[in-house]
């Protein structure tokens, strides 16, 4: 078997991974997923690791950061799916109302509103959007990581105003 220096490097550090997914988890098995979506982006972002830093701490950064983003995750789900088993009359007629027509409807508009962002705040807002973390979409378009953050937040500002009518009908309801 070949061994990989790189890989041992990391899988060393798997225990201490282990007792602080504990600590986010506390849930063995939910703590053993996190440790293994943790590696799984370790290995897949080695490159960016710069030799000689604290490896530990790189690795609990990448764990706290993927943690709190499918936390995020499951709130946003959860916000949508009705958990309890019995529904009521509004619940009901709010699904029964909406259709695969109003949903082409609102993405057509919603294409059309990013295409008239220029590129430089459309591009790293689509990347935000599928789910790119601020760093790397940083390293993607060569700029620093504050200048990201302010062109997803001036595209976010932008597209409020060009699809404001949607807002309005949302309060509505």
Same mark, same amino acid.
């Given at each position: 078997?070949?061994?990989?220096? $790189?890989?041992?490097?990391?899988?060393?550090?798997?225990? /201490?991974?282990?007792?602080?997914?504990?600590?986010?988890?506390?849930?063995?098995?939910? %703590?053993?997923?996190?440790?293994?979506?943790?590696?799984?982006? /370790?290995?897949?972002? @080695? %490159?960016?690791?710069?030799?000689?830093?604290?490896?530990?701490?790189?690795?609990?950064?990448?764990?706290?950061?993927?943690?709190?983003?499918?936390?995020?995750?499951?709130?946003?789900?959860?916000?949508?799916?009705?958990?309890?088993?019995? &529904?009521? @009359?509004?619940?009901?007629?709010?699904?029964?109302?909406?259709?695969?027509?109003?949903?082409? &409807?609102?993405? $057509?508009?919603?294409?059309? %509103?990013?295409?008239?962002?220029? *590129? @430089?705040?459309?591009?790293?807002?689509?990347?935000?959007? *599928?789910?790119?973390?601020?760093? *790397?979409? =940083?390293?993607?378009?060569? =700029?620093?990581?504050?200048?990201? $953050?302010?062109?997803?937040?001036?595209?976010?500002? &932008?597209?409020?105003?060009?699809?404001?009518? @949607?807002?309005?009908?949302?309060?509505?309801?």
């Amino acid at each position: 078997m070949v061994q990989n220096p $790189k890989i041992d490097n990391l899988t060393q550090q798997i225990p /201490a991974l282990q007792e602080f997914a504990l600590k986010f988890t506390n849930d063995l098995d939910s %703590a053993k997923d996190l440790v293994q979506d943790t590696m799984l982006k /370790a290995i897949r972002f @080695y %490159a960016r690791y710069e030799d000689g830093t604290n490896i530990r701490a790189w690795l609990f950064t990448i764990m706290r950061n993927t943690f709190i983003n499918g936390f995020k995750r499951n709130v946003a789900i959860n916000a949508i799916i009705t958990q309890s088993e019995s &529904l009521n @009359y509004s619940q009901l007629m709010m699904s029964s109302t909406v259709n695969g027509c109003d949903n082409r &409807l609102v993405m $057509k508009d919603i294409r059309h %509103a990013l295409s008239k962002l220029p *590129e @430089y705040l459309c591009k790293p807002f689509i990347r935000y959007i *599928e789910g790119y973390k601020y760093y *790397e979409i =940083a390293l993607e378009s060569n =700029a620093p990581i504050g200048t990201i $953050k302010t062109r997803i937040f001036e595209a976010r500002r &932008l597209l409020k105003k060009q699809l404001a009518d @949607y807002s309005a009908v949302s309060e509505r309801c």
